[in-house]
Nanobody, 120 residues
């Protein structure tokens, strides 16, 4: 079993910044990928940013150049630095993890989500 705990969401003005953090706990042997997805009201959940085991990253076009994903594998954490925020970024942000677990093997997990609201 793995638990993902998110923090850092809140209310920010357009042009402002927020930093989201996610910590994974459990019997994690290795990390295949960790990332952040988001879901705005009335829309489907979409990828924001993801980082893979080899360090490769992928960003949605809508956030490229504004968001930066980073990780600390030793601590099983991932962060999303969000700059130049726009009202369109308003959504619930979900931490995602793909892990190799001892003794159960590969499994995927989602966090509970944290609200990000960008408004004046």
């Amino acid at each position: 079993q793995v638990q993902l705990v998110e923090s850092g969401g809140g209310l920010v003005q357009p042009g402002g910044s927020l930093r989201l953090s996610c910590a994974a706990s459990g019997s994690i042997l290795s990390i295949n990928a960790m990332g952040w997805y988001r879901q705005a009201p009335g829309t489907e959940r979409e990828l924001g940013a993801i980082i893979y085991s080899d360090g490769t990253t992928n960003y949605a076009d809508s956030v490229k150049g504004r968001f930066t994903i980073s990780r600390d594998n030793a601590k099983n954490t991932v962060a999303l630095q969000m700059n130049s925020l726009k009202p369109e970024d308003t959504a619930v942000y979900y931490c995602y993890g793909d892990f190799n677990l001892r003794p159960w093997g590969q499994r995927r997990y989602w966090g509970q989500g944290t609200q990000v609201t960008v408004s004046s």
